[in-house]
Structures are given as C-alpha cells and as structure tokens.
C-alpha cells in the first residue's frame, strides 16, 4: 500500500535541481535578452523573481488564469510588476504582450507560468524562444 500524500507534498512544488532563482538569473536575465522574469506557481504567488520585478499575487493569479480563459487579458490587458501590457498572443500554453518596444512572454508549464519581460532594443523572437525553451526543459524533467 502506498502512503497517502501529505499536504505538503501535494501543495508545494518539488525544486528541480537548479534552484527556481538560478532559472531566472542564469537562464532569463542571465541571457541579456530578458530585462526581468519572474516564475509562479499556478496560484499566481512567485516563486523566483528579478531584482525590482515584483509580479503581485493578483497579477499573477490573472496571467495564470489566461491560459484557459483569455476574455480578461484580451479586455485589461497583462499587467505584470504594475506595468500594462496590450495582449498579442494567447492559447493554453502561452501568452504574449507588447509594450512600446518591449514586451513579454508568459509560458505555463506542468506546475509553473514562467514569465519574461524584455526592453527596447531585444527582438521579440530572441525572448520569446529563450522563455519558450526553458518551459520545454522544464516540462520534460516534469515541472
């Protein structure tokens, strides 16, 4: 008989084995295509975040809830860290906006919506493939 799951378990993510802050660090900023990123859980509450990047619980319960119902950010807007974006793209696996020159790019994986935001001067393409490419890693390995 296998023993039943505790809360704990069941409610919060197992870490992979870089930490969710080395993911946003390393593999989002840390590219120099992605000016801030942030990862959430399903729930919207943050899991790793840039410096000066804090998506509220709100905004992130919103964006999260986009995959499946896009009506909202199709009528408001994304706004992530207080800043609005016009919604470009939406389906159940991805979400996009722009913003003047910039954007983002919000991609939800089995456990986690991962967040980029990128600046003037970035090429949408460029972002949109290096969030794009860490959900697929971490689909893979499960999260």
Known sequence: KKAPLSAATTTTPRKPAMSWQSYVDSNLVGT??????????????????????????????KVASAFANPSDIIATGIVLAGNKY???????????GKKGAGGCVCVKTKQAVLIGVYGEGAQPGEATSIVEKLADYLISVNY
């Open 32 to 61: 120099g295509k992605i000016a801030s990123a942030a990862i959430i859980g399903h729930d919207g509450n943050t899991w790793a975040t840039s410096a000066g990047f804090a998506v509220s619980p709100a905004e992130g319960k």
């Open 86 to 96: 016009l919604a470009l793209r939406y389906d159940d696996r991805s979400v996009y």
